[in-house]
């Protein structure tokens, strides 16, 4: 059965750090477009950052570049988001997924480009 479990949400101040992690199962993550999703409170969904399947390049949304960061164990079969300098407008449910991804090119942080999903992390950045 295909799964993927989100994990390492939780409460932060303000400044603070946290790594999420999606682990995957019953399939490979090799080969498919993985990103990190977040819904914040009464906002929708926003693509934050994903990883091409064939190539590893990595895409980041304007609002996360420079703070988060995106990386796959492949080993592990699990792909990780280093969240720092949170900040409140941060907090939401954090949710990864995969896509099949279009051939030779990049990954989008458009949330119908991916099929399957996880059931979300919550993250709370507030002092």
């Known amino acids: 059965q295909l799964q993927l479990v989100e994990s390492g949400g939780g409460l932060v101040q303000p400044g603070g750090s946290l790594r999420l992690s999606c682990a995957a199962s019953?399939?490979?993550?090799?080969?498919?477009?993985i990103g990190w999703f977040r819904q914040a409170p009464g906002k929708e969904r926003e693509g934050l950052s994903c990883?091409?399947?064939?190539?590893?390049?990595?895409i980041y949304a304007d609002s996360i570049k420079g703070r988060f960061a995106i990386f796959k164990d492949a080993a592990k079969n699990t792909v990780y988001l280093q969240m720092n300098s949170l900040e409140p407008e941060d907090t939401g449910v954090y949710s990864c997924?995969?896509?099949?991804?279009?051939?030779?090119?990049?990954?989008?942080?458009?949330?119908?480009?991916?099929?399957?999903w996880g059931q979300g992390t919550q993250v709370t950045v507030s002092s």
């Open positions: 019953g399939f490979n993550l090799d080969g498919f477009d």
């Open positions: 990883i091409t399947n064939n190539d590893g390049k990595k």
């Open positions: 997924a995969v896509g099949p991804g279009a051939l030779f090119k990049l990954c989008v942080l458009q949330d119908l480009k991916y099929q399957y």
